[in-house]
C-alpha cells in the first residue's frame, strides 16, 4: 500500500513516518513545503533514505496535483499546516490558505486516484472553540473555533464532509488534544517550560488558569495508526486524555521534577505574538475511539513528562 504523508518534516509526521516504516508493510512518501531553508528536514534525517520525497507548497493546486498523479497514494495522512495558533491571529489569510485552501488541493488531487482508500485528516480540539459547559466535548458538540487557526482546521472538516457526499472521498478526520513530546521544536507549552527551566531562567504562563488536555506524542502516533486500520470512513474521532490540566499546574508539576528555583510568572513575556483571546477550557471525550477503534493513550501525564524530560535533558 502506498500512503502519502503531509507535514513529514513536522512532529507528529515524522514519528508516523518513523513508525510505518517499522513495519516494512508501506511505501512511503512524504510532501515537504517547498523552501530555500534545508533545516526543516532534520527531522527526517534519520528517514530521507527510505522514503521518497516530493517538494510542493499546499496552495499551488499544479504542483499538488502532480505529486499525488504521480506517486498515487492509496491513502494519503493530511498533516500538515500552519500549527502556532498565536500567530495565526496575526496571519490570518496565511493560515486559512495553507490549512484551508491546502486541504481542497490535497482532497481534489486524491478524487483523481483510481481505488483511493482514505484521506486522513489532523484536525484539532480547538475547533470546539468556546463552549458554555465545562465538560469534555464529545464529537457531535457544534463547533465555535475560536482562532484563525481553528477557523481553517473546522472549514477544512467542512469541506471533507461535503466531498464525501458530494464526489465520494473516503475522509476519517482526527480532533487531537495538545500533544507533547517534541524532538526539535521548544516554542510549545511542554517544551517551552522544560527547555527555560533546564536554562535556569524564570518561564511565563500566559494564560495561568487555562485547561487543556495534554497528550504524549507516541500516543498520538497510535492514534493515526488506528485510523489507518480501521474499515470505517466518514467519520469523525477525539484523540485524547481527558487530563484537564491547569497551565499553570502543569508548569508547577515539571518544576518540581525539575527541582527548578526560579520563577512562574503568570503573564505572556514582552514582545509576544499577538493574541487577543484564548479559550479557558479545552478537553475532549474520546469515548468513541475506545469503543469502536479500541484505542486509548498508555501515557500518563506523569510518565510522558518523565519522557519528555529526560530527553531533552540529553540534548542540553
Given at each position: 500500500?502506498?500512503?502519502?504523508?503531509?507535514?513529514?518534516?513536522?512532529?507528529?509526521?515524522?514519528?508516523?513516518?518513523?513508525?510505518?516504516?517499522?513495519?516494512?508493510?508501506?511505501?512511503?512518501?512524504?510532501?515537504?513545503?517547498?523552501?530555500?531553508?534545508?533545516?526543516?528536514?532534520?527531522?527526517?534525517?534519520?528517514?530521507?533514505?527510505?522514503?521518497?520525497?516530493?517538494?510542493?507548497?499546499?496552495?499551488?493546486?499544479?504542483?499538488?496535483?502532480?505529486?499525488?498523479?504521480?506517486?498515487?497514494?492509496?491513502?494519503?495522512?493530511?498533516?500538515?499546516?500552519?500549527?502556532?495558533?498565536?500567530?495565526?491571529?496575526?496571519?490570518?489569510?496565511?493560515?486559512?490558505?495553507?490549512?484551508?485552501?491546502?486541504?481542497?488541493?490535497?482532497?481534489?488531487?486524491?478524487?483523481?486516484?483510481?481505488?483511493?482508500?482514505?484521506?486522513?485528516?489532523?484536525?484539532?480540539?480547538?475547533?470546539?472553540?468556546?463552549?458554555?459547559?465545562?465538560?469534555?466535548?464529545?464529537?457531535?458538540?457544534?463547533?465555535?473555533?475560536?482562532?484563525?487557526?481553528?477557523?481553517?482546521?473546522?472549514?477544512?472538516?467542512?469541506?471533507?464532509?461535503?466531498?464525501?457526499?458530494?464526489?465520494?472521498?473516503?475522509?476519517?478526520?482526527?480532533?487531537?488534544?495538545?500533544?507533547?513530546?517534541?524532538?526539535?521544536?521548544?516554542g510549545f507549552i511542554v517544551e517551552?517550560?522544560?527547555?527555560?527551566?533546564?536554562?535556569?531562567?524564570?518561564?511565563?504562563?500566559?494564560?495561568?488558569?487555562?485547561?487543556?488536555?495534554?497528550?504524549?506524542?507516541?500516543?498520538?502516533?497510535?492514534?493515526?495508526?488506528?485510523?489507518?486500520?480501521?474499515?470505517?470512513?466518514?467519520?469523525?474521532?477525539?484523540?485524547?486524555?481527558?487530563?484537564?490540566?491547569?497551565?499553570?499546574?502543569?508548569?508547577?508539576?515539571?518544576?518540581?521534577?525539575?527541582?527548578?528555583?526560579?520563577?512562574?510568572?503568570?503573564?505572556?513575556p514582552a514582545n509576544y505574538p499577538?493574541?487577543?483571546?484564548?479559550?479557558?477550557?479545552?478537553?475532549?471525550?474520546?469515548?468513541?475511539?475506545?469503543?469502536?477503534?479500541?484505542?486509548?493513550?498508555?501515557?500518563?501525564?506523569?510518565?510522558?513528562?518523565?519522557?519528555?524530560?529526560?530527553?531533552?535533558?540529553?540534548?542540553?
Amino acid at each position: 500500500m502506498r500512503i502519502l504523508i503531509t507535514g513529514v518534516t513536522g512532529f507528529i509526521g515524522s514519528e508516523l513516518a518513523r513508525e510505518l516504516l517499522k513495519t516494512g508493510e508501506y511505501e512511503l512518501a512524504g510532501l515537504v513545503r517547498a523552501t530555500s531553508d534545508r533545516g526543516h528536514l532534520d527531522n527526517i534525517a534519520d528517514l530521507a533514505s527510505k522514503l521518497q520525497l516530493f517538494y510542493a507548497n499546499f496552495t499551488d493546486w499544479h504542483a499538488i496535483q502532480q505529486v499525488v498523479r504521480s506517486f498515487r497514494p492509496s491513502v494519503i495522512f493530511h498533516l500538515g499546516a500552519q500549527t502556532a495558533v498565536r500567530q495565526s491571529f496575526e496571519l490570518s489569510h496565511e493560515f486559512n490558505e495553507t490549512n484551508f485552501l491546502g486541504t481542497i488541493n490535497l482532497a481534489h488531487a486524491a478524487l483523481e486516484v483510481s481505488n483511493f482508500k482514505k484521506f486522513i485528516f489532523a484536525s484539532t480540539m480547538e475547533v470546539y472553540g468556546w463552549q458554555k459547559i465545562r465538560k469534555a466535548f464529545k464529537e457531535e458538540t457544534i463547533l465555535c473555533p475560536a482562532s484563525p487557526y481553528a477557523v481553517s482546521k473546522a472549514a477544512s472538516e467542512y469541506y471533507l464532509e461535503m466531498a464525501a457526499k458530494a464526489y465520494g472521498l473516503p475522509y476519517l478526520i482526527s480532533r487531537a488534544c495538545n500533544t507533547y513530546g517534541r524532538k526539535h521544536n521548544t516554542g510549545f507549552i511542554v517544551e517551552y517550560l522544560i527547555t527555560t527551566m533546564l536554562a535556569g531562567k524564570d518561564v511565563y504562563i500566559g494564560t495561568p488558569k487555562a485547561v487543556r488536555d495534554m497528550m504524549y506524542a507516541k500516543d498520538h502516533v497510535s492514534a493515526y495508526l488506528k485510523l489507518l486500520k480501521t474499515p470505517l470512513i466518514n467519520q469523525t474521532f477525539n484523540f485524547g486524555t481527558s487530563s484537564k490540566t491547569k497551565m499553570l499546574d502543569l508548569a508547577i508539576k515539571i518544576k518540581q521534577k525539575l527541582n527548578f528555583k526560579g520563577k512562574i510568572i503568570s503573564h505572556f513575556p514582552a514582545n509576544y505574538p499577538y493574541r487577543p483571546v484564548a479559550e479557558e477550557f479545552l478537553s475532549i471525550d474520546a469515548s468513541k475511539a475506545k469503543r469502536l477503534l479500541k484505542w486509548k493513550p498508555k501515557y500518563s501525564l506523569d510518565k510522558g513528562l518523565d519522557k519528555t524530560i529526560a530527553y531533552w535533558k540529553k540534548q542540553i
